[in-house]
Nanobody, 120 residues
């Protein structure tokens, strides 16, 4: 009953920018936090950035100063503005949401992922 839909991935040259979006829908009572993870070939999935309902943010050291996470509470949507992209940022980016459902159960939900490729 909860779905996450991601968009905004693509191919960009090093130094360029992309903006990812993730919209949550379904039987949602409250979203405590939303975030972005990424997984590159041969590597484990890692947290990129997260934001709580109160606006607190957390970033991976590798993206600090380059990426910005934000959200639109009314739209249940989280964004990731990615600037000064590097080839090392190439990965599949996954949206995650910590959701309290309408029946007051808490779950983590995942989007299907969107590919980001940065060429040198």
């Amino acid at each position: 009953q909860v779905q996450l839909v991601e968009s905004g991935g693509g191919l960009v040259q090093a130094g360029g920018s992309l903006k990812l979006s993730c919209a949550a829908s379904g039987s949602i009572f409250r979203i405590n936090a939303m975030g972005w993870y990424r997984q590159a070939p041969g590597k484990q999935r890692e947290l990129v950035a997260a934001i709580t309902s109160g606006g607190n943010t957390n970033y991976a050291d590798s993206v600090k100063g380059r990426f910005t996470i934000s959200r639109d509470i009314a739209k249940n949507t989280v964004y990731l503005q990615m600037n000064s992209l590097k080839p090392e940022d190439t990965a599949v980016y996954y949206c995650n949401a910590h959701v309290v459902t309408s029946t007051l159960y808490e779950f983590h939900y995942w989007g299907q992922g969107t590919q980001v490729t940065v060429s040198s």
